[in-house]
C-alpha cells in the first residue's frame, strides 16, 4: 500500500507539473517588465505543420492492417487443427508425434497468432511441449515474416518469405540458434494449403556440411 501511495503521488506531482507550472508561469510573466524583442511571427511556428502533418499520416498509414489480399492468405489456416508430424534425426529412423494447434488473427487482423500443445518423439523419448508464434505480412519489408517460441529452447526463430499463389506456398527463410551448439543456423519452412481441410508445414535445415535436409514435418487436418 505504501509503495502504491508513493507511485500515485509521483504521478500527481508529474501531472501538476504540467497544470501549476504553466499557471505560474503565466502569472510571472504578467507581472514581468516587457521586454524590448518581438515574439516570432505565428508563421514561424506554423511553417513546421505541414511537414509534421504529413510525417504523423504516412506513420499511420504504415501501422494499419496489410491489404486485404496479403490477410486472406491466412485466414484459411484460421482454426483449431491436429497434426501428425515426422522428425528426421541424423542417424535414426523418422519419428512420429501429434498434437494440437489454435490458429487465430491477432492484433487488429495483422498477424495470424498460433498455439500448440502437444509431443516430440525424439530418438524414442516423448518430450510435451508448447509453443506460440506470431505471423503476417511486413508492409515496410514487403514480405511475410515470422516468429516462433516454445518450451523446447530458449531461444526464438524468426523468418520472413514471399507466398507462391500458383503453388499455394508460403515459403520462410530464418534463422535459428542451434540449442546444442549455440551456433547460428538457418532454417527453410514451407507452408501449403492442400484444401480447406487440410495443410503441411515443411521445416529444412542446414547439416554439418551445409546441406539442406529435411528436418520436421507437420499434416495438419481440421478439428
Known sequence: MKHYLTALLALLAVMCSGIIAPAYAAEEARTAPVKSERAPKAETTKASRPAGEALGKEMF?????????????????????????????????????DGTITNQMALGNRFLS??????????????????EGLLGFDKAKKSFTSVWADSLTTSMAAGSGKFDAE???????GK???????????????????????????????????????????????N
Not at 503453388?167 to 527463410?173: E, F, G, I, P, V
Not at 540458434?177 to 503441411?200: K, M, N, W
Request: aromatic share 10%.
Open 61 to 97: 498509414d504504415r501501422s494499419a492492417p496489410s491489404e486485404k489480399a496479403n490477410t486472406d492468405i491466412l485466414l484459411p489456416l484460421t482454426g483449431t487443427w491436429v497434426y501428425m508430424a515426422t522428425v528426421w534425426a541424423p542417424g535414426a529412423e523418422p519419428q512420429k508425434a
Open 114 to 131: 498460433t498455439k500448440a500443445t502437444g509431443s516430440l518423439n525424439i530418438v524414442d523419448h516423448y518430450v510435451p511441449f508448447e509453443g
Open 167 to 173: 503453388k499455394r506456398t508460403l515459403s520462410l527463410n
Open 176 to 222: 535459428f540458434t542451434h540449442p546444442l551448439t549455440g551456433a547460428e543456423s538457418s532454417f527453410r519452412s514451407e507452408i501449403r494449403l492442400v484444401d480447406a481441410q487440410h495443410y503441411t508445414q515443411t521445416i529444412f535445415a542446414a547439416d554439418k556440411s551445409g546441406k539442406e535436409a529435411k528436418l520436421m514435418e507437420f499434416e495438419y487436418t481440421r
